[in-house]
């Protein structure tokens, strides 16, 4: 089993920030990618930020020059740093990982999609 929990959401004003954290747990043999998803009210999920072991990182044109997304690949940890936050920010925002495991019948490894429960972020005066 592998699990990633979120933490961080709230309430926050116009032009303000918010730091979400998140960190993946169980038997994971390798973390491939780590990211952040949001959905909106009435609307579908959508990539924030995704950040690969290797590779580069990838931010929504809405969010690219307010949000940071950063990695712990010790600690199998991601957080998105969101600053100047706006109304449109606000959303339920999931965490993502992509992990290998190994597999508990045979030899070699599962490549997972992990997805977190989420944590409401919600930007208002």
């Known amino acids: 089993q592998v699990h990633v929990v979120e933490s961080g959401g709230g309430l926050v004003q116009p032009g303000g920030s918010l730091r979400l954290s998140c960190a993946a747990s169980g038997t994971i043999f390798s973390i491939n990618v780590m990211g952040w998803f949001r959905q909106a009210p009435g609307k579908e999920r959508e990539l924030v930020a995704t950040?690969?072991?290797?590779?580069?990182?990838d931010y929504a044109d809405s969010v690219k020059g307010r949000f940071t997304i950063s990695r712990d690949n010790a600690k199998n940890t991601v957080t998105l740093q969101m600053n100047s936050l706006k109304p449109e920010d606000t959303a339920v925002y999931y965490c993502?990982?992509?992990?290998?495991?190994?597999?508990?019948?045979?030899?070699?490894?599962?490549?997972?999609?992990?997805w977190g429960q989420g944590t409401l972020v919600t930007v208002s005066s």
């Open positions: 993502y990982a992509r992990v290998l495991v190994p597999r508990a019948l045979s030899s070699g490894y599962s490549d997972l999609e992990v």
């Open positions: 950040m690969p072991t290797h590779g580069s990182t």
